[in-house]
């Protein structure tokens, strides 16, 4: 796939256009920039890429978004919303504020992590103890809660079926133990932070490089980068990707080659692979230090079976409810 296809890849709640994996609308909202490699500054920016992407809505013909503009006001129900809303025929400014606005509607909290941070607070609080840390207690409380409640919502993604004390018990060990290894052993918290799990940087793990060579066009946050402000450090690096609603945005990777979370753990234990640009994150200095001075080894993480499978299961744990999208249902306006 060549860098001109890679810059116009849409962005989706799920979906593979144009050789790129289109990244999740969820939580959109709070990034810092949009697309894969950051091209757009705001959700406005980023929805005039899919009507002039030829893989997607443009025909190659004439101008993109006049015919686009034209398909609007050939719709007399969206010649009304706009006059409504706007003022004005439907117009490409106006498309791209709508389109924005509804994306930020496409949320979502409420996972049995984040009440499990609520659980553990509030024992805090009880116990007077003064130390703020998450405990299994706390998120077996959570499940236990969510189960008499049947609330498939949270219990779906972790494969909870029914009341089950010794499983329930066993699962919130599990999901406690990832949390601490995602913060510890398994280095995840390293690019993943903050409330979105995410720091909207950009970082070369070497997906889909063979022999030591990304592949050709894959030129990520570099090629993005305008001429004369192009740091060759970020070749090949992508942006670090939110990690709520996991379930619902599958493949993973920008290029979408990681089909399920447990391969996604696997990819990361061995530390991604090895290119000239890896992320220093990702790096193995004693090695390549030992091994010459132009070698670059990825750091496995050395997880064991049963560290995977929990690491797999905290982060389904941040699975977690959809604000409703008032927008789309015009019973629902405030009056």
């Known amino acids: ?109 409420n996972s049995i992590h984040d009440r499990t941070e609520v659980a553990m607070r509030k024992r805090v609080g009880e116990e007077e103890t003064g130390k703020f840390e998450v405990l299994a207690k706390d998120y077996e409380k959570v499940l236990s809660e969510a189960i008499v409640a049947k609330d498939s919502s949270a219990l779906e993604a972790l494969g909870v079926k029914g009341a089950d004390k010794a499983a329930t018990s066993e699962l919130a060990r599990s999901i406690n133990n990832g949390r601490i290894l995602f913060n510890g052993k398994a280095r995840c918290n390293g690019c993943h932070v903050g409330d979105s799990f995410s720091d909207s940087q950009f970082h070369n793990l070497g997906v889909g490089a063979k022999a030591g060579k990304l592949p050709e066009g894959m030129l990520g946050r570099f090629g993005a980068q305008p001429t004369g402000q192009k740091n060759p450090e970020l070749v090949g690096a992508f942006k670090t990707p939110h990690l709520r609603q996991l379930l619902a945005t599958a493949p993973y990777m920008h290029d979408g080659s990681l089909k399920t979370l447990e391969e996604v753990v696997d990819f990361y234990d061995k530390g991604g692979n090895a290119n000239p640009f890896l992320d220093v994150r990702m790096r193995d200095y004693a090695s390549e230090k030992a091994s010459g001075p132009k070698a670059i080894k990825p750091l496995a993480l050395g997880l064991t079976p049963f560290e995977k499978k929990d690491l797999v299961n905290f982060m389904k744990a941040l699975n977690g409810e959809v604000a409703e999208a008032i927008v789309v249902d015009p019973s629902k306006f405030a009056k």
């Open 1 to 109: 796939m060549g860098f001109t296809d890679q810059s116009m890849v849409s962005t989706g709640i799920n979906g593979n256009l144009g050789g790129m994996s289109s990244p999740s609308v969820y939580n959109s909202a709070f990034s810092l920039a949009q697309f894969w490699d950051g091209r757009a500054a705001s959700l406005e920016a980023q929805s005039q890429g899919p009507p002039q992407n030829p893989s997607e809505m443009f025909d190659g013909k004439g101008n993109a978004w006049d015919a686009a503009v034209e398909r609007l006001r050939a719709k007399p129900e969206y010649v009304a919303m706009f006059k409504e809303v706007f003022g004005t025929m439907p117009t490409r400014d106006g498309a791209a504020k709508a389109m924005a606005a509804y994306e930020r509607t496409v949320l979502t909290g």
